[in-house]
């Protein structure tokens, strides 16, 4: 019997053996490109399967195929030239770059056919590993292989009878998104469970369905004197996340070689969605439309009814108001020239290689700071980028963490900095990216680019960093808002008003820190912090009417303040109502905004 069940045993596992032993699979690489979009390249799915790379920078690395042997490649690569792509390449894949992972393969289909994505997507976050005209669709990685043995039932019972565990090196799975299937996920990011275990359950995009397992908010008292006039919201205080299973004692690796393909972050200043203003809807009646209409009427630039909708006559009055006003005029100058204050982070050498990286060179410049923690967790980052999950990983962010936070107590933090962890995913890695920020001892602010390379990532952070919006958590202020033209010259007006001889740099940072939480709007404000900003916008126009009322002069400057404030409220709730959010929910989220902006500078009035 034992030498029946000996070649049966060998049969089973050659199909695996084989492909481990295989340490090199070959792909084309199309080229790399800018603002690229799946049907861009419909010409190259009908030659095989194609996949993305993001790269940052709205930068793509497109590739087609993925084959066991070169010369395999090398028909695929004059296909690909001969479709459009002269330049396209043959590039090595290897497969034994990562650490074996437990998977769930739940089907194999020909490349050529039509694949019910959709469908596959309920099993949860798919990967593919490409084997010249098959793909083997995979969800997971699993923590353990009894995870996945537990899972296994209700993946077969999505219609997949034939779903199996298996074990693969991470170097093999290709992410399947919205590039690869053509199926467009929820524009919110949804729950990441922070243990490494896989989500209970998905929805149909393939993004976790919030559960019980997910952070709420503790909401804030109301707003109530000048002296916390910044602490409009309370930071939400989430329950402590369950953290990924303990590795060891770290060891630091000598040294680390980055290649040309690093990642390459969008500059600090360069353009993004930010700078792109929403049109204002003219069908939705609000109160914010109805307040400024009454002093465009007042100031005789708007002669229509007070009805509440941001219609042609409202903007026409508005832009009539904007050019006759002589104290708005005087303003605008300073607004068109000058920052916005508070929003530089750190002038630390680090805080400049951190905010460059897109420069490969400045990715060396890492190693200057060695001794730094926050040096070794932006080189465990970049180590991840190229590399994916390693050893090397762990031990450089365990050390970073580590050194970030001991002989530094610190309280409602909602990790245990002194114990060790296993970075299986991107969005772990860069939560505990954002403790290290958040260190007593860490000067440096967050970078934009990390924010707009990984905002689903990024969001979640947020979101359960939130108890850290106070003093901790410091984030560059990244032009979220402030390049649009009514916030500048309000924010500008804000500052002329505001009495005090030096401005708190501090205060204003923490203000844009918020802003900066506020612009990823990862949920609504609950209705303790809804009532809390509807009181101090209450307030500050209150304030602001007396104080207008004992001068000519506080007069003018009250009135364009609030035409520029009411405006940009305006144009705020059609940012959130973009965005999916219910109009009371955005009305809510615009005053919470607003507050960031001006709050500092007008908490005298409140």
Request: hydrophobic fraction near 35%.
């Amino acid at each position: 019997m034992m030498k029946l069940w000996q070649p049966l045993f060998l049969l089973l596992i050659l199909p695996f053996a084989l492909e481990a032993q295989n340490e090199t699979r070959y792909t084309v690489q199309a080229g790399t490109f800018i603002d690229a979009k799946p049907a861009d390249f419909d010409a190259l799915r009908a030659v095989d399967f194609v996949y993305a790379n993001e790269l940052g920078d709205n930068l793509v690395e497109v590739f087609v195929g993925g084959y066991d042997s070169r010369s395999q490649a090398e028909q695929l690569m004059a296909e690909v030239q001969q479709s459009g792509y002269p330049n396209a390449f043959i590039k090595e894949r290897p497969v034994n770059a990562g650490r074996p992972v437990t998977v769930i393969q739940t089907a194999t289909r020909e490349i050529a056919s039509s694949i019910e994505w959709e469908q596959l997507m309920k099993a949860g976050p798919l990967y593919g590993i490409l084997s010249n005209e098959l793909i083997k669709i995979v969800t997971g990685p699993y923590t353990s292989a009894e995870a996945a043995k537990a899972d296994l039932g209700r993946v077969r019972q999505l219609g997949y009878s034939d779903a199996f565990v298996k074990t693969v090196n991470e170097g093999m799975l290709i992410p399947l998104g919205a590039f690869e299937t053509g199926v467009k996920k929820p524009l919110i990011p949804l729950g990441m469970d922070e243990s490494g275990a896989r989500p209970s359950s998905y929805n149909q995009a393939g993004e976790r369905i919030s559960s019980g397992q997910d952070l709420p908010r503790d909401p804030s008292s109301d707003y109530s004197t000048p002296d916390d006039a910044y602490e409009v919201l309370t930071p939400r205080s989430p329950n402590a996340p369950t953290e990924p299973e303990p590795i060891g004692t770290p060891n630091i690796p000598k040294g680390y070689d980055y290649y040309d393909g690093d990642v390459r972050p969008a500059a600090t200043g360069s353009a993004s969605a930010a700078d792109i203003m929403p049109a204002i809807d003219g069908s939705v009646k609000r109160g914010s439309v109805l307040e400024l209409q009454k002093i465009l009427k007042a100031a005789k630039t708007y002669t229509g009814s007070l009805d509440g909708y941001y219609g042609p006559g409202t903007t026409k009055g508005y832009e009539e108001y904007v050019a006759q006003n002589r104290t708005l005029q005087r303003y605008q100058v300073l607004a068109e020239n000058q920052p916005i204050p508070g929003t530089e982070g750190s002038n630390t050498g680090l805080q400049k290689v951190i905010n460059n990286l897109d420069d490969p060179a400045q990715a060396t410049e890492l190693d200057r700071y060695r001794n730094d923690p926050l040096a070794k967790a932006y080189q465990a980052y970049q180590l991840f980028r190229n590399f994916g999950p390693g050893e090397e990983v762990n031990q450089l962010m365990n050390t970073a963490v580590n050194g970030a936070f001991k002989g530094k107590p610190m309280e409602g933090l909602p990790f245990d900095p002194t114990s060790t962890y296993a970075y299986r995913d991107l969005g772990q890695l860069i939560l505990h990216l954002h403790y290290i920020h958040a260190a007593p001892a860490t000067e440096e602010a967050a970078p934009c680019w990390l924010m707009y390379r990984h905002p689903q990532e990024t969001a979640k952070a947020y979101e359960i960093m939130a108890a850290m919006v106070g003093d901790e958590l410091n984030l560059q202020g990244c032009g979220q808002f402030e390049s649009w033209p009514e916030v500048r010259l309000l924010v500008t007006l804000a500052a002329s008003i505001n009495s005090k001889d030096r401005f708190d740099q501090k205060r204003l940072s923490q203000a844009a820190t918020e802003r900066s939480r506020l612009y990823m709007a990862p949920q609504p404000l609950n209705s303790q912090e809804r009532k809390a900003v509807e009181n101090w916008d209450k307030n500050l126009m209150t304030g602001l009417n007396t104080w207008s009322a004992q001068d000519p002069l506080h007069g003018r400057l009250a009135e364009a303040f609030k035409a520029m404030y009411l405006q940009t409220q305006v144009r705020l709730e059609d940012y959130f109502m973009d965005k999916d959010y219910e109009r009371k929910e955005a009305t809510a989220l615009a005053l919470a905004t607003l507050h960031t902006l001006v709050a500092y500078h007008m908490e005298r009035f409140v």
